[in-house]
């Protein structure tokens, strides 16, 4: 009998250890904006990657700039049009997009600050790319469907038309701090250089060390990411937290254990306490790189949204965490943490698709691996 009460003791012991309330301590927090809404848009990937460019801007220079999320847009969406009728209606064309296509896109087109181009037409406040969507789509499906199969050489203006409408038309010059820019001198004012900056995954049906295009619905442009083993994807961040630089970062928040409003992202061993989990601790699953590949495979790991990796936290276990930066506002009945997600390592290893970093924050081993 006695043994029987020591085992219930045991037993209630542990579930009480298991139901304990996170408590958070920071390790690293590197210098960010402010945290703001991409409001009702599919725009995470300009959001999240100019948040990245802002951190960036004020290791290089200790200068904060608000730099305009809509200027990447305004100036992407004429290309995905192209790609789309180019390839006659055989390819993506949505709101969605990834960090290249923002750092394209200042390679091409440069930087501007909010003020300079902001995107919101007659007294708006709040982004909402909706109707404009929608006439963008209705548009290019009526150029691909022409019975006629004759391309209307106006169709590239009535594109850029829309876009004035909706975004503005796109700025050439401007005042920023009493000074005169061009996109690409205020680029070069922020020495933010694109080449510099590179993105690596890891998955298995690739070669490690080599650079290939990840076949995700978002990667429109077809762009190219290093392969890199699970283990040094991770050490990746690490190191670059460690040493002042923040990661953008593609991942999937589809899941019942990301929740932006309890401010916690983690993968529970048992799916039973995948909502429980939420509010407090419960063993997770022990993330490989077998079961990262498997969950790709069938879909259960998808390509649904950007954010940026800001810092790391540690809970009262010694658990380590990610602090996430998100673009869903600061809304305190919407969201916790003042708009940041804390990432677990096992929902990091599971559920991040790809990250941006600067060359410079890669491990030096691996960047030797990929001749970097």
């Known amino acids: 009998m006695r043994n029987v009460f020591f085992l219930i003791a045991i037993l209630f012991t542990t ?3 298991a139901q304990e309330a996170y408590k958070f301590t920071t390790v690293t927090d590197l210098e960010v904006t402010p945290v703001i809404s991409q ?3 599919g725009t995470c990937w300009s959001f999240s990657s100019t948040s990245f460019l802002e951190s960036e801007i004020i290791r290089l ?5 608000d730099l305009s999320e809509m200027y990447q847009v305004r100036n992407t969406y004429p290309l995905k049009a192209e790609n789309y009728i180019m390839r006659q209606g055989k390819a993506q064309f949505s709101e969605g997009g990834l960090a290249h296509d923002v750092m394209n896109s200042v390679k091409r087109n440069g930087l501007v600050p909010e003020a300079a181009f ?8 709040t982004h909402n790319h909706a109707e404009m969507d929608a006439v963008l789509e209705a548009m290019l499906k009526t150029y691909v469907d022409n019975p006629g199969r004759k391309l209307s050489p106006k169709w590239r203006s009535a594109i850029e038309g829309i876009l004035d409408v909706y975004l503005g038309k796109n700025v050439t010059n401007f005042t920023y701090e009493g000074k005169q820019y061009t996109p690409q001198s205020f680029l070069v004012m922020t020495k933010i250089q694109p080449a510099e900056y590179v993105n690596l995954t890891s998955f298995t ?3 490690f060390y080599s650079k290939f295009i990840l076949n995700i619905p978002d990667n429109w442009s077809n762009g190219s990411f290093y392969n890199v083993p699970l283990d040094e994807m991770l050490a990746t961040i690490d190191n670059a937290l460690e040493n002042g630089f923040t990661v953008e970062l593609d991942c999937d928040v589809s899941e019942k254990t990301f929740s932006s409003r309890d401010g916690v992202a983690v993968i529970p061993e048992v799916s039973e306490n995948n909502i429980k989990a939420l509010q407090g601790i ?7 790189q ?3 590949q498997q969950e790709f495979e069938n879909y259960d790991t998808t390509d649904d949204h950007l954010m940026h990796i800001t810092g790391m936290l540690r809970d009262q276990n010694g658990t380590k965490y990610y602090k996430v930066k998100n673009s869903w506002g600061t809304d305190e009945t919407r969201v916790a943490n003042g708009g940041y997600v804390y990432f677990s390592e096992a929902y990091m290893r599971l559920k991040a698709i790809s990250i941006t970093v600067h060359q410079d924050a890669v491990p030096k081993s691996t960047a030797q691996n990929l001749s970097l």
């Open 290 to 292: 077998e079961y990262r």
């Open 282 to 288: 419960y063993p997770e699953k022990k993330i490989t």
């Open 118 to 125: 902001n995107g919101l037409i007659n007294g708006e406040t």
């Open 39 to 41: 409001g009702i848009t």
């Open 61 to 65: 220079t200790g200068k904060k700039i």
């Open 15 to 17: 579930i009480l250890t």
């Open 205 to 207: 049906h690739a070669p």
